[in-house]
């Protein structure tokens, strides 16, 4: 009985298809005609990185989600399926070139499309390719921002994706078998959207064009104002229609490098209506959710909500860099990625921040939302897998970013110019610099602590916002009211300095006062110490291995976010009464260049 029981389980196993394979359909914007909606919790506030999975090279192709895996191309060469939950390679393969679409997934197969025209069907379940084709040279000799290739589009077994040689085709998806090719007459980069009756899709010749979704042949043609401008006459590419349509409500808008954002008749292609951003700025592929579209602009940095039937502007939320991706929406929130490095989440009803996630680099790429977790890709070659809340969290509305206008004689705690590498980092990030007069004003007034935060870029800091004196330090209570202050050297209550300014003491049982818990004295463990990261520090953005001084007992902070090689706590976070300030203690290298990017995401992360 019981080798029968084993027999039927086995049985069960091999008929039950692997995570990647199940579920429906899936691709670029979730669905055929590119709206972008599914149903999904709303990402309202930001949690914790649940995993971070490095390629070797920039993600400018969004992730999909399908059953249990994320796939994801990239610049490297290779498609990458992951457990969405955990990140553990489920397995890769070489594309024989960069990979610059979102993958799609149905029935068994993923499908994508790489940097030489070549669409590949891979195993879902093992990722051994089934077939490919070749889509044809690239047209013309100019490739301006020509960073996406069209991401493949499925609807009833039926695959239609654009190519670099002028094409765009229909292949059956199962075997891969040609059914029509449309000549448009200039490379096809944006994804095609599809109906039952037509597939429509913009070119770099600043045409969008409908053909017939079963025959190939063209329904109708619309010119931009971009198809009769010249790169010549302006110094930037004005033509192309590089972002990809969304077709909802018989309308099909689509943005344009004209800078112009159409909306057209779905069944005749006439201009219903045109709206611009600023009248230069490309315009994002959009996303539809009911009478309201959302879409990114490029050089004019911003995410705009509008009217379906009329393109007027709902709102517009600043972002801090162009926008080329897509939107993606998760229940109440609008997923946006820009140059500027940040993944943002937006209210979809008003446009005000939901939160924000620092991606390391640049980011071309369209985020996807599931399972309580959103996924966000960059240049710097990182997927991240953020977990998410349908709680608001907490946003810092002030961040500031402090050092002294002057250094003090003979100390300076970041050597061979770093301290100007990390001030830079944090203004770049848009965060406020302020110097001594600056600090001790926001210091000074309870009412702009909630909701802010200062970065000391350096330890010295003016005496009298660290005096206890008869109410307690200014910076003490600065965090009781809310505020989080974020060290990245020595604390700088533990530094004495005489009358010219120079240096006399170091000694962090001074700063015990002050912050009111007991920091180690001069002599505890004075050197600089193997530290690893905790899983909670992993959680808050931190890696690897570092080297640091100035560790304290884990049981006198809340929070330990690294543990040096004698169990102290050497990044770790301190926080104060109910109005959620903190003190965080961080440790980047102060000799050499890194990567601000964890810091700032360790600096900016949530408590709850």
């Excluded at 070797?56 to 796939?71: E, F, H, N, W």
């Excluded at 929406?329 to 997923?335: R, S």
Aim: hydrophobic share 45%; net charge neutral; charged share 20%.
């Amino acid at each position: 009985m019981n080798r029968i029981l084993k027999l039927a389980a086995l049985l069960l196993a091999l008929l039950t298809p692997p995570a990647a394979l199940a579920g429906p359909a899936t691709m670029y914007r979730i669905d055929p005609q590119g709206t972008g909606v599914q149903d999904v919790p709303t990402a309202a506030s930001f949690k914790a990185v649940r995993f971070a999975f490095r390629t070797g090279g920039p993600i400018r192709g969004g992730p999909t989600l399908s059953g249990g895996a994320v796939l994801v191309g990239s610049a490297d060469g290779n498609l990458y399926a992951l457990d969405a939950r955990t990140g553990a390679e489920l397995w890769r393969t070489p594309a024989g070139a960069g990979i610059g679409s979102t993958p799609a997934v149905a029935d068994g197969l993923v499908y994508v499309t790489t940097r030489r025209n070549r669409l590949l069907a891979v195993s879902a379940a093992a990722g051994k390719v089934r077939w490919s084709r070749d889509l044809g040279a690239d047209l013309g000799s100019r490739g301006l921002w020509d960073y996406y290739t069209s991401s493949p589009i499925l609807l009833d077994g039926v695959l239609y994706v654009g190519s670099g040689d002028g094409g765009v085709y229909a292949f059956d998806a199962r075997s891969g078998r040609p059914i029509w090719r449309h000549d448009a007459g200039a490379r096809v980069r944006s994804a095609p959207a599809v109906t039952e009756a037509m597939v429509v899709f913009g070119a770099m010749n600043g045409h969008v064009t409908a053909v017939d979704r079963r025959t190939g042949q063209r329904v109708w043609d619309f010119a931009t104002d971009g198809a009769a401008l010249k790169f010549a006459d302006y110094g930037y590419d004005p033509t192309s229609v590089m972002a990809s349509p969304s077709i909802s409500g018989g309308l099909v808008t689509v943005g344009a490098r004209d800078g112009q954002f159409y909306g057209l008749d779905l069944a005749s292609g006439k201009l219903v209506w045109k709206t611009t951003h600023d009248g230069s700025s490309w315009i994002a592929p959009t996303l539809i959710e009911g009478d309201r579209i959302f879409v990114g602009s490029g050089s004019a940095a911003f995410l705009q909500a509008a009217a379906l039937k009329t393109g007027a502007q709902a709102w517009r939320f600043p972002t801090l860099g162009a926008v080329f991706g897509a939107p993606c929406l998760a229940g109440g929130a609008v997923l946006i990625e820009d140059n500027g490095g940040y993944l943002y989440a937006i209210d979809k009803a008003d446009g005000h921040e939901l939160w924000r996630f620092a991606l390391g680099d640049r980011s071309f790429s369209t985020p996807a939302a599931g399972g309580g977790l959103v996924y966000a890709a960059s240049d710097a070659g990182v997927l991240y897998a953020l977990e998410t809340g349908t709680e608001p969290g907490r946003v810092f509305a002030r961040r500031y970013v402090y050092a002294p206008a002057k250094a003090p004689k003979n100390f300076r705690w970041f050597q061979n110019g770093i301290d100007v590498a990390v001030l830079d980092a944090f203004k770049a990030a848009g965060y406020e610099p302020i110097d001594e007069t600056g600090l001790i004003a926001t210091l000074a007034d309870p009412a702009r602590a909630t909701g802010s935060l200062i970065v000391f870029a350096e330890s010295y800091a003016p005496a009298q916002v660290l005096d206890p004196g008869r109410d307690g330090a200014p910076i003490r209570r600065y965090l009781e009211a809310g505020g989080r202050v974020v060290l990245l050297g020595p604390n700088p209550a533990a530094l004495r300095f005489d009358e010219t300014g120079a240096l006399t003491t170091l000694d962090y049982a001074l700063a015990g006062p002050v912050f009111g818990f007991r920091l180690p004295t001069r002599d505890f463990h004075n050197g600089y110490y193997a530290s690893r990261v905790t899983a909670e520090g992993e959680r808050w953005g931190l890696s690897g291995g570092l080297v640091t001084g100035a560790a304290v007992e884990p049981g006198q902070v809340d929070r330990v976010l690294a543990l040096d090689e004698f169990g102290m706590a050497s990044e770790w976070v301190k926080t104060y009464g109910p109005a959620g300030g903190a003190l965080v203690q961080l440790a980047p290298p102060r000799n050499r260049l890194t990567d601000m990017t964890p810091y700032r995401l360790a600096a900016e992360h949530p408590l709850t």
